[in-house]
């Protein structure tokens, strides 16, 4: 059984840039996150979605950052302007219900000049 | 600051040698988690341990949660070089949902 997918796997961008990355939770999972990692933050939960419905953003750092779950086998997270401080891996991760297990996508290292 | 703060902030040992990593957090949680992030990768999950309970084992993995110092320690025995990779503790909080905080991790380093 596939993992958390997401795409792309590395995105360099200038500043100003618009930017999307995807993610594809494990099937049948109806929680999805969305993380920042940075060496200065951390692990930063930005956003989370229970069936499909965003519960907590209270992470996303500001307005230029979005998020969409249009059903239950996607969603993205978009930039829109990007700057050179969104430089991060972002990360993905499912969960089933209440079980509580989160599983990790590989990441989306982004690279903002 | 953070909910959960590992310590130490970097472990270096020997092959065959015990790892020992501390995670202390602030408020009451439903259960403690420990994920492992190896160089370039996501965060895998090792262990759930819940409020009331206070050891538990897998493998050679060894949790303990003490809820009355909001702190819990994980016990790798008989290291191995394949070990070498980030720890991180994670805590949902009572009445978060299912989510969870992320400490700041340790990073263990077996040598051979």
């Known amino acids: 059984d596939a993992g958390v997918i997401q795409s792309p796997r590395h995105e360099v961008t200038e500043m100003g840039q618009e930017v999307t990355l995807r993610c594809k939770p494990i099937s049948g999972h109806n929680s999805l996150f969305w993380y920042r990692q940075t060496m200065m933050r951390g692990l930063e939960l930005l956003i989370y979605?229970?069936?499909?419905?965003?519960?907590?953003d209270s992470g996303m750092p500001e307005d230029r950052f979005s998020a969409k779950m249009p059903n239950a086998s996607f969603s993205t997270l978009k930039i829109q302007p990007s700057e050179p401080r969104d430089s991060a891996v972002y990360f993905c991760?499912?969960?089933?219900?209440?079980?509580?297990?989160?599983?990790f996508g590989p990441g989306t290292r982004l690279t903002v000049l | 600051s953070q909910q959960g703060e590992e310590d130490p902030q970097a472990l270096s040992i020997q092959e065959g040698e015990n790892a020992t990593m501390n995670c202390s957090y602030k408020t009451s949680i439903n259960n403690l988690q420990w994920y492992r992030q190896n160089s370039g990768r996501g965060l895998v999950h090792l262990i759930l341990i819940r409020s009331n309970e206070r050891e538990k084992h897998s493998g050679r993995l060894r949790v303990t949660l003490d809820t009355s110092k909001k702190s819990s320690s994980l016990l790798i025995t008989a290291s191995r070089a394949a070990d070498t990779a980030s720890y991180f503790c994670?805590?949902?909080?009572?009445?978060?949902?299912?989510?969870?905080?992320f400490g700041t991790g340790t990073q263990l380093k077996v040598e051979l």
């Open positions: 979605f229970n069936n499909n419905v965003p519960i907590d």
């Open positions: 994670a805590t949902a909080i009572t009445g978060g949902g299912n989510k969870l905080t």
């Open positions: 991760a499912s969960t089933l219900g209440r079980t509580d297990t989160q599983y």
